[in-house]
């Protein structure tokens, strides 16, 4: 004896899968790339803390592990080997910003700020590191 199904079921209304997937993979673009604007503020806000009158490093350990957790989220939420360079863009862009004076001399990341120098090396360093091994990665296997 076999079962069958009730066939007179109409198919289930909502909006296409592949539509649907292409809106949160669009979501997710613009949540990485407005994070990589607020983490690269948070680093500059950072890389002048003082602990007894001297610089403390605080921000380019932020640099390194903000940087690592949005490329990893970029690359889970979009679903494409270049999306790390959704939040590298503006966090760049951000850098070079902070280290241009303006007209009334504000200057946000001196060239005598050695915290300043070393987030950028070191954000830098590992946006280029995060998309190198994505470059790399196997291309994704299907099963079935």
């Known amino acids: ?14 909006p296409p899968p592949r539509l649907l997937d292409l809106g949160l993979r669009v979501a997710g673009g613009v949540v990485v790339v407005l994070a990589g604007v607020l983490t690269g503020v948070l680093e500059l806000l950072l890389a002048t803390v003082r602990v007894g009158g001297q610089l403390i490093g605080v921000s380019v350990l932020v640099a390194v592990g903000a940087n690592i957790a949005l490329s990893w989220f970029a690359h889970e939420a979009v679903g494409r080997r270049w999306a790390v360079a959704l939040p590298a863009v503006p966090w760049f862009a951000l850098m070079a910003v902070a280290a241009i004076r303006t007209t009334e001399g504000d200057l946000l990341l001196a060239g005598d700020n050695w915290v300043g120098l070393a987030m950028i090396v070191a954000g830098a360093m590992t946006f280029a590191v995060m998309g190198f091994r994505q470059i790399l990665a196997p291309p994704p296997t299907l099963l079935g």
């Open 1 to 14: 004896m076999s079962v069958v199904h009730d066939q007179d079921t109409p198919p289930e209304a909502g």
